[in-house]
């Protein structure tokens, strides 16, 4: 399938640009959505997921792959570029994607217009992904059926965090493992970019920089759940 990214221009308007899916590692994640959304396709059901969990752990990635591997036409947005809900659905009504995206719903300026206007989100498009941080931020009323149909609380997985440990040497894999993917995928670029010494002062900072996003020291490695 084809993907496309809608964002501010620097004249203030929106601007649709190729949004193609950067290499990473499949996922349990990204395969079990494949397969729950394919299997309501089949008897015409369009279907919203909300993902949820702190920052890092692979939750647009495994969207991403998802939405690839089913096919047809992608649109995604970024939160910083959400300006109003009318916004998302002129663009939806116009452009009638198989799949919509919206990254950290929860903490965009236009939450509660845009759920407000949910449906007709849901009316433009087979399948809705969206991203969150914090669900205590959703009113009990945001995560209806109909709304979302399915809300998968995303936590470490040791199997993909074990695929990406593969491109890196073995003396960082005691501290490395408990990064979340995408904290790993930058030190995998940091290793083979700049070196084992570089490497090793890009782990410190992803640690500290783990710390202050989740303000867990030692954060629990179990797989996704549902």
């Known amino acids: ?13 929106l601007e649709l640009v190729p949004d193609p899916l950067v290499e990473c590692k499949p ?10 959304v394919r299997a309501f396709r089949k008897h015409g059901y369009s ?15 495994a969207i991403r792959q998802a939405t690839k591997d089913l096919g047809g036409l992608s649109l995604r947005m970024e ?9 998302i659905t002129d663009l939806l009504t116009l452009l009638r994607p198989t799949s919509f995206m919206i990254d950290d719903l929860d ?15 849901r009316a433009s498009t087979d399948t809705v992904f969206a991203t969150a941080n914090d669900l205590s931020k959703f009113e009990p009323a945001m995560l209806r059926a109909g709304r979302f149909d399915r809300i998968i609380h995303v ?7 074990s695929k990406m440990l593969e ?12 990064l979340p ?13 700049e070196g084992i010494e570089k490497a090793l002062e890009r782990l410190e900072s992803l640690e500290e920089t783990k710390k202050l996003v989740s303000g867990s020291e030692e954060p629990e490695t179990i797989p996704c759940t549902d």
Do not use: N
């Open 155 to 161: 936590e470490l997985d040791p199997e993909l965090v």
């Open 1 to 13: 399938g084809s993907s496309i990214l809608a964002r501010i221009s620097a004249e203030g308007g």
């Open 27 to 36: 996922s349990r994640l990204s395969e079990e959505i494949t397969e729950y």
């Open 47 to 61: 279907r919203g997921i909300l993902l949820v969990g702190e920052p890092g752990l692979g939750k647009t990635w």
């Open 107 to 121: 903490l965009s300026g236009a939450f509660v217009s845009l759920m407000s206007r949910w449906e007709a989100v």
């Open 181 to 193: 993917p995408a904290y790993l995928s930058e030190l995998i670029k940091s290793f083979k970019v």
């Open 167 to 178: 491109d890196v040497p073995e003396t960082f894999h005691e501290r490395a493992k408990r």
């Open 79 to 87: 939160v910083d570029q959400v300006a109003s809900a009318r916004d």
